[in-house]
Nanobody
Framework: QVQLVESGGGLVQAGGSLRLSCAAS????????LGWFRQAPGKEREFVAA????????YYADSVKGRFTISRDNAKNTVYLQMNSLKPEDTAVYYC?????????????????WGQGTQVTVSS
């Protein structure tokens, strides 16, 4: 059983940056593929970024490519999402997730464990 706790959300102006963190406990962190998703009010949860077990492979949604960077530190059991050039449309609750079955996964149902989410609000 893996527990995930996100932090780092907040209110930022358009064009600004935020760094989200997700700390994991339980399980073997380095054996999980990790991802970030987001959900805006009235919308479905959408994929943002994913990173493989070793961190050697990453994958991004087109909407964040070139602006967001996912990384992981297996020694600290933590995954990060660096968000630059933020836009109002990036406003959402951001969730981290872990999967034991996939090295890289982009669909919510492919993930086994989820954090509680952290709010990111980008003002125009």
């Amino acid at each position: 059983q893996v527990q995930l706790v996100e932090s780092g959300g907040g209110l930022v102006q358009a064009g600004g940056s935020l760094r989200l963190s997700c700390a994991a406990s339980g399980g073997t962190f380095s054996s999980y593929g990790l991802g970030w998703f987001r959900q805006a009010p009235g919308k479905e949860r959408e994929f943002v970024a994913a990173i493989s077990w070793t961190g050697g492979s990453t994958y991004y949604a087109d909407s964040v490519k070139g602006r967001f960077t996912i990384s992981r530190d297996n020694a600290k059991n933590t995954v990060y999402l660096q968000m630059n050039s933020l836009k109002p449309e990036d406003t959402a609750v951001y969730y981290c997730a872990a999967t034991s079955d996939w090295e890289i996964a982009t669909m919510p149902h492919e993930y086994d464990y989820w954090g509680q989410g952290t709010q990111v609000t980008v003002s125009s």
